[in-house]
Structures are given as C-alpha cells and as structure tokens.
Nanobody
Framework: QLQLVESGGGLVQPGGSLRLSCAVSGSSSDVLAITWFRQAAGKEREGVSCITTSADKINYADSVKGRFTVSVNNVSNTVYLEMNDLKPDDTGIYSC?????????????????????WGKGTPVTVSS
C-alpha cells in the first residue's frame, strides 16, 4: 500500500517561490504517475502537474507552465513541485497522488480518475 505525504506549503507573497515535496513510501517497483492537484476554497480540484517516476513523461496545466517545475528523486522516493512567480490564484490545498504511469499522457481533466493513492495535502497561501 502506497502512502504519500506532502510538505512545504506555507504563506508567500505574490511573486515569491515555494517548493513542495511528496514523499512516497511503500513504493511499488512499477513506474508510477505522481500527480499534483490543488483545490481552492469554493472551487473544484484542479490538476497541476504529472510526472512518471521514470521521468520520461511530464505534463503541466496551462495555468502553471513556465512557472512550476516538477521533478522526481528515486533515491529518496520524493517528488518535488518547484513553484515560482506565485500568484494569488495559486492559493489552495496542494495534494499529491499516485497511479499507473500512462495517466500522465492524458489531459489533466482525466488524471484524477487514474489515481489510486492520495496524500492529505499541504496548504499554500499567496497573499501580500
């Protein structure tokens, strides 16, 4: 059974940066898709990024392209989300999830359907 634990959230001013971590334990030997989602108060959950643990497929939501970078460290079994030039609209609870690797090929609207394991999330607030 996979377990995912997020960390690194906090309060940051507009234009600032944060790095989120998703620690994966009980990991499978299979290549996985690790996705980041966010949900703002009163809004639907939104897929932010998807990366395979082999790092051969990476996908981003249009709203974060050029500002967010996702990476994987297979030694520490951790996926990172580097977030730069943060905007108030980036505020929300950020969660990571794991599923079969092929889900990274699809549109972000489909990612959630393929994720079988979820973390509890870490809050990000972008405000002056």
């Amino acid at each position: 059974q996979l377990q995912l634990v997020e960390s690194g959230g906090g309060l940051v001013q507009p234009g600032g940066s944060l790095r989120l971590s998703c620690a994966v334990s009980g990991s499978s030997s299979d290549v996985l898709a690790i996705t980041w989602f966010r949900q703002a108060a009163g809004k639907e959950r939104e897929g932010v990024s998807c990366i395979t643990t082999s790092a051969d497929k990476i996908n981003y939501a249009d709203s974060v392209k050029g500002r967010f970078t996702v990476s994987v460290n297979n030694v520490s079994n951790t996926v990172y989300l580097e977030m730069n030039d943060l905007k108030p609209d980036d505020t929300g609870i950020y969660s990571c999830a794991a599923g079969q690797s092929h889900w990274c090929k699809f549109d972000k609207l489909l990612w959630a359907y393929g994720m079988n394991h979820w973390g509890k999330g870490t809050p990000v607030t972008v405000s002056s």
